[in-house]
C-alpha cells in the first residue's frame, strides 16, 4: 500500500511519541488506547517491514514492547508504514471508531487511495484522519483521535 503518516491537514501524524519512565530495557512501546466507553476490541497487528509473520497481536486496548525500529502496523483492515518504535518511549497511535449502521457494502479509502471493503453494519478502529466512502471526494468521513464517528 502506498502509505505514510500524514493523515490530512487537521493532524500531522497517526501516532505520537512520548518518554516514558516505564518504558525500561533495550525496548519501546506501543500503545493503542481508546476510552472505556467505546468497547474498542479491534486486531492490531506490528510488523517489521516486509515481513508477513507479526511481532506482535492483541485486540482491543493493549500495549506491547517492541525492539527499536519502523513497523508497519495493521489496525483492522488498515495499513499504517514506518511506524517508529524508540528506545524507552511509548508511541501510542492516534485511533478512533467509525460506528457505520447501513446494511450494505461499501469500500472505505483515504488520500493515498489506500482501501478496503466492508459490508454494514459494522464498528471498525481506524487511525486519526480523513476517508472516503467508495472512494468519492464528496463522501468524506472525519476519524477523531479517542472519538466514535456514527455513519
Given at each position: 500500500y502506498p502509505v505514510n503518516n500524514a493523515m490530512d491537514a487537521g493532524s500531522s501524524q497517526a501516532w505520537e511519541?512520548?518518554?516514558?519512565?516505564?518504558?525500561?530495557g533495550v525496548t519501546g512501546q506501543l500503545v493503542?488506547?481508546?476510552p472505556n466507553d467505546l468497547k474498542f476490541m479491534s486486531h492490531?497487528?506490528?510488523f517489521k517491514p516486509g515481513d508477513t509473520k507479526a511481532a506482535s497481536s492483541?485486540?482491543?486496548?493493549n500495549?506491547?514492547?517492541l525492539m527499536p525500529g519502523s513497523y508497519d502496523i495493521m489496525v483492522e483492515k488498515y495499513r499504517l508504514a514506518n511506524v517508529p518504535i524508540e528506545k524507552g518511549?511509548?508511541?501510542r497511535l492516534k485511533l478512533g471508531i467509525l460506528n457505520f449502521t447501513a446494511r450494505q457494502p461499501i469500500t472505505i479509502a483515504d488520500a493515498n487511495q489506500q482501501r478496503f471493503s466492508m459490508a454494514g453494519p459494522f464498528r471498525i478502529a481506524l487511525p486519526a484522519g480523513t476517508y472516503y466512502i467508495d472512494g468519492k471526494k464528496d463522501q468524506k468521513?472525519?476519524?477523531?483521535d479517542g472519538e466514535q464517528t456514527e455513519y
Open positions: 511519541i512520548q518518554m516514558d519512565p516505564a518504558v525500561t493503542a488506547q481508546m492490531i497487528q506490528a492483541w485486540f482491543g486496548n500495549k506491547n514492547k518511549k511509548t508511541t468521513i472525519y476519524i477523531r
